[in-house]
């Protein structure tokens, strides 16, 4: 019983990790290109770069982690933060497709700040957390990660 019981929190710590990084990593990508360059070839390709770069970087990140933490249940960590920090990266590449760059980052923005409060709400009340402070926090967070990237996009757009 127990083994189970460690094994699905290695599975929970995967996917919300994978999850939010791949959500806010990004937007934060999207946006920060988006000011600078608003180019949608090469939103598309940072979106893939950080599907495939960053995805291996955080799960390889968690599993040194657990490594080191003792943690039996590596491999399941692992995968889970991989897969779901791939799968939500490259979900952020079908607004591109279909919609010219300008209206591409407001869907993307909506999508993720959608992704992150849903998720969030829901691990609130497993918790039994008042999810109104656990979404707004991270929604804050996330909104300050959209705000950074757009102004240091901003800057890079004037330099080059």
Not at 1 to 22: I, N, Q
Not at 35 to 58: H, M, N, P, R
Request: aromatic share 12%; hydrophobic share 55%; glycine share 8%.
């Amino acid at each position: 019983m127990k083994k189970s019981v460690f094994k699905d929190k290695a599975v929970t710590k995967g996917f919300s990790f994978g999850l939010t990084s791949g959500v806010i990593t990004t937007l934060g990508m999207i946006v920060g290109l988006e000011s600078a360059v608003s180019s949608s070839v090469v939103i598309i390709a940072g979106i893939l770069s950080i599907a495939i770069a960053d995805a291996f970087s955080d799960a390889f990140g968690i599993h040194v982690s657990e490594e080191a933490g003792g943690d039996r249940h590596i491999w399941v960590s692992t995968k889970y933060t991989f897969l779901s920090k791939f799968v939500f990266a490259l979900l952020f590449i079908i607004p591109f497709v279909l919609l010219d760059v300008g209206n591409a980052v407001i869907v993307s923005i909506c999508f993720g700040l959608a992704v992150i409060a849903i998720y969030s709400y829901f691990m609130a009340r497993k918790q039994n957390k008042s999810p109104f402070k656990v979404v707004g926090e991270h929604l804050l967070i996330s909104i300050v990660v959209i705000i950074a990237t757009h102004f240091v996009g901003d800057l890079i757009g004037l330099i080059i």
